[in-house]
């Protein structure tokens, strides 16, 4: 009895290592890149066909049509980028249609550009849901944007196409 309950708790144990999730805090990254995944990119394209696997002999489930839409690289393969959009959409594209230019987009109506990055300072601007700004910087909770020839800040959780985490100087 008393060895299998000894068998019985190694198995559990072994178990517990296998399902407690890592705490070292390094960050996943690509086989082909080695750049950080996941990470965020927009689109070079005007047009781009989102296949269902990394290669032109697989089925165009989608076509974006959006230039310089944010999308998160999620996997890679070869010269193939699995991407989603924030709706969830998503497959596999060739990175030549991919760019490094960061770009957010608006999740909340009538969003206000701030000339600070703090919230009762002077609106520059008030974006519409749904357009597509580049980023200047990122604080810990706020983006400088740019967008329609306006400049000015925005509170992270109001965008997405960048981390919560994420720090760009």
């Avoid at 690289?73 to 998503?90: C, L, P, Q």
């Avoid at 609106?123 to 597509?132: C, D």
Wanted: net charge positive; glycine share 8%.
């Amino acid at each position: 009895m008393k060895s299998v309950l000894s068998l019985l708790s190694v198995l559990l144990l072994s178990a517990g290592a296998i399902l407690v999730p890592s705490t070292s805090g390094a960050q996943e990254r690509g086989p082909v890149t080695n750049l950080p995944l996941p990470r965020f990119v927009s689109m070079k394209a005007s047009e781009a066909n989102i296949r269902r696997g990394p290669s032109l002999t697989h089925r165009i489930d989608w076509v974006f049509k959006r230039k310089d839409a944010p999308l998160e690289i999620t996997a890679e393969h070869g010269h193939w980028r699995r991407v989603r959009d924030r709706d969830g959409a998503g497959g596999w594209v060739h990175y030549s249609l991919l760019s490094g230019v960061r770009t957010v987009i608006v999740e909340k109506e009538m969003l206000d550009l701030l000339s600070r990055p703090q919230p009762d300072t002077m609106i520059i601007a008030r974006l519409e849901l749904g357009v597509i700004a580049r980023i200047s910087s990122c604080q810990r909770d706020w983006c400088e944007l740019s967008a329609g020839g306006y400049e000015g800040w925005a509170p992270k959780t109001d965008i997405w196409g960048i981390r919560a985490d994420e720090i760009l100087d």
